[in-house]
């Protein structure tokens, strides 16, 4: 079974309306939790971390469900710029100096 | 603040050749260093990591090796490329462990 494990899409969105997915993770110790975007050919880009009660920056939502172990990502309002990839990342109980990556939800918002 | 630099930014390589890509970080001291790969399409792949200067972790056997000759240097090296390297490969630093910070990457093609 995959560390970290996302459902690849694409979703498909206008502009304005919301858009939300999850990322599944196998390890019940992770303790840290991040959503990373990635534009194509680029580098991936801290999005934000994901904190036990929830956390918003903006139009993004991050939540963590420990008991299932999937942690979820809401964009309201998307913007033409929201189209990206998206990368559920999990540290590694057993050493603090590794993260697993997930290999990405695409999403794409249309005018 | 803190920035990471990584070149060259795409490389074409022959089979058989070998590699140097270097990354170097500013505005921090002792950070963590990674080397990562990705193939299109796919998710992370961590190649090594350094704690400190000389200190390397390799995490997948192949025949790539990573350096670290000076505190916010690292190096990746080949001595004969195989086709199977192509890829994107990113370095990314840290500290306290999380959460990564990456460079631009450099897009590698084996001919």
């Known amino acids: 079974r995959k560390e970290v494990e996302q459902d690849p899409g694409p979703f498909n969105v206008p502009e304005g309306a919301t858009v939300a997915f999850n990322c599944t993770y196998s390890?019940?110790?992770?303790?840290?939790f991040f959503w990373y975007r990635q534009d194509c050919r680029k580098e991936p880009k801290l999005l934000m971390s994901?904190?036990?009660s929830g956390n918003e920056d903006g139009r993004f939502t991050a939540q963590l469900n420990r008991a299932s172990q999937y942690i979820s990502l809401l964009i309201r309002d998307s913007k033409l710029s929201d189209s990206a990839t998206y990368l559920c990342?999990?540290?590694?109980?057993?050493?603090?100096?590794?993260?697993?990556f997930g290999a990405g939800t695409t999403v794409t918002v249309r005018a | 603040s803190q920035t990471i630099h990584q070149w060259p930014a795409t490389l074409v390589q022959p089979v058989g050749s070998p590699l140097s890509l270097e990354c170097t970080v500013e505005?921090?001291?002792?950070?963590?260093l990674y080397w990562y790969r990705q193939a299109a399409g796919r998710g992370l792949q961590l190649l090594f990591y350094?704690?400190?200067?000389?200190?390397i972790s390799s995490e997948v056997p192949q025949n790539l090796s990573a350096s670290r000759p000076q505190d916010r240097q690292f190096i990746l090296s080949s001595k004969k490329l195989l086709l199977s390297d192509s890829g994107f490969y990113l370095c990314?630093?840290?500290?306290?462990?999380?959460?990564?910070?990456f460079g631009d990457g450099t897009r590698l093609s084996i001919l």
């Open positions: 990314a630093w840290s500290v306290n462990s999380q959460p990564q910070h």
């Open positions: 994901v904190y036990s």
């Open positions: 350094s704690v400190g200067i000389g200190q």
């Open positions: 990342v999990v540290s590694n109980p057993q050493n603090d100096y590794k993260l697993s």
């Open positions: 505005g921090t001291s002792n950070p963590n």
């Open positions: 390890n019940s110790a992770s303790q840290s």
